[in-house]
């Protein structure tokens, strides 16, 4: 399977969405985990590279 590219500042659709109705994520952190910020309610989440191909519903470009 290839790595998929994250970039800061780059927006994600994410599959499921957040308890507050929003599916829109911005990147903001890059490293061992990469850290997200919810677009709708500012909600900031650690998460590991792994998990958040899963969770991405279209792939960065």
Same mark, same amino acid.
């Given at each position: ?9 780059? !927006? ?11 599916? %829109?994520?911005? *990147?903001? $952190? ?9 677009? !709708? ?11 958040? %191909?899963?969770? *991405?519903? $279209?792939?960065?470009?």
């Amino acid at each position: 399977m290839a790595v998929v590219e994250f970039h800061l500042g780059e !927006t994600l659709t994410m599959r499921k969405a957040h308890p507050c109705g929003g599916t %829109e994520w911005r *990147v903001e $952190r890059l490293g061992a985990d990469i850290g997200v910020r919810c677009l !709708t309610c500012q909600h900031y989440l650690l998460m590991t590279r792994s998990k958040l %191909e899963h969770a *991405v519903k $279209r792939a960065p470009k």
